[in-house]
């Protein structure tokens, strides 16, 4: 009986999610349906550039080496490569001086970074065993621009951007909690300014993040987000009209 209701609960989930991602892609709009300028541009030239890079095969080896400790954890920690990838490229067109992950995937989304933007000074918080995990990639890819803090996300965060001072990009791939993600966005937001980027992964995986993602929507200091269904780029560009758009990708 106790199996036959995580069974169908699981379909459950699997069923609304197939939902959510039609409502999404009926409602999603290409390139050609952009009318803003600065999003046609990041559409056409970033989002939908799908060329390999040179530093893929490496990083995408380790993903699958990772595989070995648990591969239903590491299914789930670990955003597609389609993703990360993205992630890399982004960060490779905003040239941003520093960058902080959150939940970095075990190294993998924090490699991609790392050999995006070589000259960006990187930042990776994470928990317990995954850390290791992460240092082993970050070796093993001889990554050299990339410091990792161990501990609980949200204290770790509000230390870290102390410390910084400003913050140019900022990847979220935390828990799926309200809460959690509410107050990564809460000290974020102290220490962005206008050329600044917040992505999350996820943003539809549970009820728990669809409201995170409607939650910021509607921040006064957000007045461009990109809803990409499996991730959503967040801007804060001081005297621009607000726009919300979903994006096919």
């Known amino acids: 009986m106790i199996h036959r209701k995580k069974l169908t609960f699981a379909s459950m989930a699997n069923i609304r999610f197939f939902l959510d991602y039609l409502t999404h892609f009926v409602a999603a709009k290409t390139r050609h349906g952009v009318h803003s300028p600065f999003v046609y541009r990041l ?13 893929d095969a490496a990083i995408e080896r380790r993903r699958k080496q990772l595989y070995r400790y648990d591969r239903a954890i590491v299914k789930n920690a670990l955003p597609t490569p389609r993703v990360v990838q993205l992630l890399a490229r982004l960060s490779a067109h905003f040239e941003p001086a520093n960058m902080v992950v959150i939940g970095d995937c075990m190294g993998i989304a924090t490699a991609y970074l790392a050999k995006a933007c070589p000259a960006s000074h990187l930042y990776a918080i994470e928990e317990g065993q995954t ?12 990554l050299s621009n990339i410091n990792l803090s161990v501990g609980e996300p949200n204290s770790t965060l509000a230390r870290l951007l102390n410390d910084l001072g400003t913050l140019d990009l900022l990847f979220i ?21 206008d050329h600044s980027v917040i992505i999350y992964v996820d943003i539809y995986w549970n009820d728990d993040m669809k409201k995170t993602w409607e939650t910021i929507k509607a921040h006064p200091k957000v007045n461009l987000t990109i809803d990409l269904f499996y991730m959503g780029l967040i801007f804060l560009k001081k005297g621009r009209e607000e726009e919300h758009f979903k994006i096919r990708f």
């Open 43 to 55: 559409v056409d030239e970033v989002i939908y550039d799908f060329s390999p890079k040179q530093y």
């Open 131 to 142: 850390a290791l995990l992460a240092e082993e990639t970050f070796e093993q890819l001889q």
């Open 173 to 193: 791939n935390g828990h799926h909690d309200y809460e959690a993600n509410m107050c990564y966005l809460s000290e974020a937001l102290n220490y962005v300014n």
